[in-house]
């Protein structure tokens, strides 16, 4: 169920990446249940999207990006973490995407909701929730481009 949850979180991200404004949450709902999914898995993916918001605007302070740290990751981190999910990450941080602290939220929550290895496209829906919880104007270039895996675009 969870690949199935996260499949409905990555859809949801699209649809905002693509600002389809036009769509309330029940547009939605009734285009993921037309898609096949069931409203157990709907629900839950919108209650792990909310409190992924509800996390990070408690904690949410306005941080300034600094020089890249280099991170090592824990034997822990590695077991759960594919090495692909390792590198965008690493990537978004050299890059200047992500700061420290970001970095750290993001590999926190993933390592709360594995039951088995975050693959990149795991790691992307859950980095790409997290910036929109953050500042959805703030990131959204970045976001699409990550998701595109159109670098250019970043670094230009």
């Known amino acids: 169920m969870r690949e199935r949850v996260l499949a409905i979180v990555s859809i949801i991200a699209q649809y905002v990446i693509e600002d389809r404004d036009f769509l309330t949450e029940n547009d939605i709902v009734e285009q993921l249940l037309a898609d096949g999914f069931d409203a157990d898995e709907i629900d839950a993916a919108f209650s792990w999207m ?63 909701m594995a039951e088995e290895e975050v693959t990149l496209k795991e790691i992307k829906a859950l980095t790409a929730l997290t910036l929109f919880t953050r500042s959805q104007d703030d990131w959204h270039r ?10 250019s675009r970043i670094c230009h």
């Open 50 to 112: 909310e409190s992924l918001s509800m996390q990070s605007r408690s904690t949410a302070t306005s941080r300034e990006l600094s020089q890249p740290t280099y991170r090592i990751f824990t034997p822990e981190e590695s077991q759960i973490l594919t090495q692909d999910a390792m590198g965008f990450l690493i990537r978004l941080r050299t890059l200047g995407i992500l700061d420290n602290d970001l970095q750290e939220e993001i590999i926190d929550k993933a390592l709360r």
């Open 142 to 151: 970045e976001v699409d481009c990550f998701m595109e895996d159109d670098w």
